[in-house]
């Protein structure tokens, strides 16, 4: 396992790093996305995503073509397996709320795709039309929340395992999403509920080597063994645990802004306060990785 990282302890030569707050996330400067192809300077960037777990970069002009070839550096893309893709970017999609609207996509606490057998490790999102105010998106370290437990309750939970299902969410479980939301076309909900996995609770992030929780309520049936009864008290407890204020982030965007998050050890959940604005994002996803 590899050495935990810690954050500081070697400074940047060519980025600057800001932190958004106590717990995660960082805004970077002196970095153009578009452009940038200095492996020294990637080296530095990846390290922040490492570090801070949420990254932030404002006022890039970012095409779809450029959305790739930044993703990349994080991880290949990774396709959404709900919602129809852009025509020539598939593996990007557009997330669309418009001003007639009131249900948002992403809003509620979650890790991408956790229902996957390999679920992205990260992913980016591009504000391409943002409202005057409202739209931001929360975020919550899951590392900050695994070690804020009791050495008790570290040890029943690093026991576990999860039974991860897209029912929940696109199949008319307790979490329902709508067939489709503005422009954005959300297919094969019918197939949902084939579409599932088990995972640790508690995961190991590979670079840093530190321990995060993993689970919600958009994407969590039950622990495995256990009814889904059974498996309540204590899934409230954590999912009410791990989005404490002070283990939380949260990004205001603009166009232009770009953010990219470690979907492995952080949750995010898309605030739905703007209703009469339009709001539009272009997002990919990066990385397939099995929890362990
Ligand atoms: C998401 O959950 O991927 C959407 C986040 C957002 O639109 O802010």
């Known amino acids: 396992m590899n050495k935990p990282v810690e954050k500081g302890a070697v400074a940047y030569q060519s980025i600057s790093v800001s932190p958004l707050a106590g717990a995660l ?15 020294a300077v ?16 404002r006022d890039q002009p970012i095409e779809p073509a450029d959305l790739m070839r930044i993703g990349s550096r994080f991880g290949p893309p990774s396709y959404y397996p709900f919602v129809t893709g852009m025509k020539d970017f598939p593996y990007i999609f557009e997330i669309v709320k418009e001003p007639s609207e009131k249900v948002n996509f992403g809003g509620a606490w979650h890790s991408d795709s956790s229902y996957l057998v ?43 395992t999860g039974v991860f299902s897209a029912e929940l969410k696109y199949g008319g479980g307790r979490t329902k999403m709508h067939q489709s939301i503005g422009a954005m076309k959300i297919h094969d909900t019918d197939k949902a509920a084939e579409v599932g996995a088990e995972h640790p609770i508690v995961r190991t992030h590979p670079d840093s080597g530190r321990k995060a929780l993993y689970l919600s309520r958009s994407h969590t049936v039950h622990f495995e063994g256990m009814t889904e009864e059974e498996s309540r008290p204590l899934m409230d407890y954590l999912i009410a645990h791990q989005v404490r204020p ?5 990004v205001r965007w ?36 099995r929890p362990v």
Not at 25 to 39: K, P, Q
Not at 42 to 57: D, K
Not at 260 to 281: F, P
């Open 254 to 289: 603009s166009p232009g802004t770009l953010t990219v998050w470690d979907n492995r050890c952080t949750q995010h959940n898309a605030v739905n306060d703007y209703h009469g604005q339009r709001r539009r994002m272009r997002r990919l996803t990066v990385g397939s990785q």
């Open 25 to 39: 996330g960082a805004e970077i400067g002196g970095v153009n996305l578009v452009t940038l192809e200095d492996d």
């Open 42 to 57: 990637w080296a530095e960037v990846l390290r922040a995503f490492v570090e801070h777990s949420v990254l932030v970069f």
């Open 246 to 250: 002070e283990f939380t982030c949260r």
């Open 118 to 160: 390999e679920p992205p490790l990260g992913t980016v999102l591009y504000a391409v039309e943002t409202p005057s105010h409202g739209g931001d998106t929360l975020f919550t370290s899951t590392y900050l929340a695994y070690d804020a437990l009791s050495e008790g309750m570290k040890k029943i939970v690093g026991s576990l």
